[in-house]
């Protein structure tokens, strides 16, 4: 039996009962969780029988954990938004591999990402909505960056490598192109058609950037949301862009659909404590795998 934490690492979650948001922006880093036995098969529990069965393909044991935790925070952010019970609450795919609630007259907007240390989800009532996080890190395999960036040249505009190129440090020129990657990936998620859009057509115009603090210490959180996405040339502006540094390594972006509405989208941490605490395995309690043996042999 495990206990979580009586105060929540999100400040976020001790007004969660009073007042629900229109939009969820949640965030775990999954880096210092070494789940127990104990908790790595009741949280199996917790999900969906082929959602286990797809975690216990992973072969490495960080990939087994992000995804299970997506899992989770996808979960947790339906049964929130839509006061159903945990056990209710069933996720599809679609051909391209986006999750939706399957379920008559819902239409709640939700995707996650993960990579690096983290696991963000974004949800909406209404709005289609996609997000990806990226970890900022050398690119492995390539001999230097300027040979990364010519395998990578027709995921660009011009203008794009213009912009990704600029800085004179190539740390600055990495950042630079994870954060257009990042964001364009975010759009096509929030489509839900894959890997079926050429990213040349997509232009992204960045206006603002993070102070250079933030390329040492500084406060992280920091959102910019007046990027702006041309297709084919044409600025879109029924889709809005918001930005965020997790800390210096991480990025996340976000494509949301435009309305009247304009509420901010903010990230909170969550911790894996409270994914744990308001987890129920009654989705599919008779699991028993994918085994605590095979996932300790990753």
């Keep these: 039996m495990f206990i979580a934490p009586s105060t929540l690492s999100c400040r976020y979650m001790s ?65 929130y938004m839509l006061d159903l019970d945990w056990g209710d609450v069933r996720y599809a795919r679609t051909d391209s591999g ?14 996650v990402s993960h990579d690096g240390d983290y696991c963000v989800l974004i949800c909406d009532r209404v709005r289609r909505c996609g997000v990806d996080v990226v970890h900022i890190k050398r690119p492995f395999g390539s001999d230097s960056l300027p040979a990364f960036f010519h395998t990578m040249r027709r995921q660009f505009s011009p203008s794009e490598w213009q912009y990704i190129g600029s800085p004179r440090t190539e740390g600055d020129q990495l950042t630079r192109y ?62 809005t862009f918001y930005e965020t540094r997790l800390d210096s390594n991480h990025l996340v972006s976000v494509a949301i659909e435009t309305d009247d509405t304009l509420i901010p989208v903010e990230f909170h941490i969550l911790s894996v404590d409270y994914l744990i605490q308001t987890a129920d395995e009654r989705v599919n309690i008779e699991y028993r795998g994918p085994s605590w043996s095979k996932y300790q042999r990753r």
Aim: glycine letters at 6%.
């Design 15 to 79: 007004v969660a009962k009073q007042l629900k948001p229109a939009v969820l922006a949640w965030a775990v880093n999954v880096n210092q969780w070494q789940p127990t036995e104990a908790q790595w098969l009741f949280l199996t529990r917790c999900i969906q029988v082929e959602e286990a069965h797809r975690i216990g393909q992973f072969r490495f044991q960080k990939d087994a954990k992000l995804s299970l935790i997506g899992r989770l925070l996808l979960r947790r952010a339906a049964s």
């Design 178 to 239: 994870y954060r257009l990657w990042s964001l364009k990936e975010s759009y096509v998620k929030a489509l839900g058609v894959g890997l079926g859009m050429d990213l040349q057509q997509l232009t992204m115009k960045p206006h603002s950037d993070w102070p250079s603090s933030c390329h040492g210490s500084c406060t992280y959180k920091q959102t910019i949301s007046d990027t702006q996405l041309l297709l084919d040339r044409k600025l879109l502006t029924e889709w």
């Design 98 to 111: 986006k999750p939706f609630i399957e379920s008559d007259g819902t239409s709640l907007g939700v995707n």
